[in-house]
């Protein structure tokens, strides 16, 4: 079992950057792919961002890329999402996901609870 917590959410002008954290307990994160979703106001829960646990590729959301940025550090067993030239329409509930790839939320095995990010213009 894996629990995830993410944090770093906030209130933020457009154009400026936030730094989201997804920590995991009860396993290592090491041996799992992992995500990043995003629900909007509204909206259904997309994809944002992904990378592999074996080579650390990188997939993005074509409406995030050049300015979103997935890493791992599998020592702190944390994920991150790096997000600079924020738009209001990047304010979402951020999820962190264990266990996929794809754009698919089916691929993914385990979810954080969210954290709440706001952009204003």
């Known amino acids: 079992q894996v629990q995830l917590v993410e944090s770093g959410g906030g209130l933020v002008q457009a154009g400026g950057s936030l730094r989201l954290s997804c920590a995991a307990s009860?396993?290592?994160?090491?041996?799992?792919?992992m995500g990043w979703f995003r629900q909007g106001p509204g909206k259904e829960r997309d994809f944002v961002a992904s990378i592999r646990w074996i080579g650390g590729r990188t997939y993005y959301a074509d409406s995030v890329k050049g300015r979103f940025t997935i890493s791992r550090d599998n020592v702190k067993n944390t994920v991150y999402l790096e997000m600079n030239s924020l738009k209001p329409e990047d304010t979402a509930v951020y999820y962190c996901a264990a266990g996929g790839t794809t754009p698919s939320q089916d691929d993914y095995d385990y979810w954080g609870q969210g954290t709440q990010v706001t952009v204003s213009s």
């Open positions: 009860g396993r290592s994160l090491s041996r799992y792919s």
